[in-house]
């Protein structure tokens, strides 16, 4: 598990690709500090696996699917990427729930300043769109950030200075895809919300939580 806060940022130092599968090489620093095999590193929100590393770099497996997900699929060598590891059960949890698991990609439609922020405005698909919620959390590239603003084809955020500086997002231009991890929270709820028990006890119960059930308990 991750909370969205960008320890540095690395730079792609190689990519071995196979049929539909890549090891790509990322140079850094603190993340090294304490690194070990079969670790995970988020990279751009993508929980990745450490398979080798010395004292530099570290090596990582990205799959098919990840690839099909996400953003790593337009990487090439010298890009930044922004690394995070695990949470430590001791730390701070700066953030909020970040699983490592990309949902899809948005592309930046603008980027505004005001002031002594940035607005971002990120186009994405229904089924992301879905559980983008005004106020709610959302990762991007693997950043914690709160949704400001949110319309039936896009959403925006308002990113202060320091996580402009200290991530790639500063470095991000119109046009440019981005990976989007929505609250796990608000996918849970929606599982439970339709959950319909498929025995045929449950079937003749018409065993379904609803908002009259969750009234009747409480919850509302």
């Known amino acids: 598990m991750f909370t969205g806060i960008i320890e540095e940022t690395g730079k792609i130092e190689s990519i071995k690709k196979g049929t539909d599968s890549a090891v790509i090489k990322i140079s850094a620093s603190k993340v090294l500090e304490d690194i070990h ?28 699917e990840t690839f099909n997900r996400s953003s790593l699929a337009t990487i090439s060598k010298g890009s930044p990427v922004n690394l995070e590891r695990a949470m430590a059960a001791n730390g701070r949890f700066g953030g909020h729930i970040v699983a490592g698991h990309v949902d899809g990609t948005g592309i930046i439609t603008g980027i505004k300043e005001d002031d002594n922020a940035v607005w971002y405005k990120i186009k994405a698909d229904d089924r992301i769109l879905r559980y983008i919620v005004e106020k709610g959390s959302v990762a991007l590239d693997g950043i914690s950030l709160t949704v400001a603003k949110v319309t039936d084809t896009d959403f925006s955020v308002s990113v202060i200075p320091h996580t402009a500086k200290v991530t790639i997002l500063g470095r991000k231009k119109t046009g440019d895809i981005i990976n989007i991890e929505n609250d796990i929270i608000g996918k849970y709820v929606e599982k439970l919300m339709d959950f319909n028990d498929n025995t045929d006890k449950g079937r003749q119960k018409g065993n379904k939580i609803t908002a009259n059930f969750l009234a009747e308990n409480g919850f509302m």
């Open 37 to 64: 095999i079969g670790d995970s590193i988020a990279v751009n929100g993508v929980c990745l696996t450490v398979i080798s590393y010395n004292g530099t770099s570290f090596e990582a497996d990205v799959m098919h």
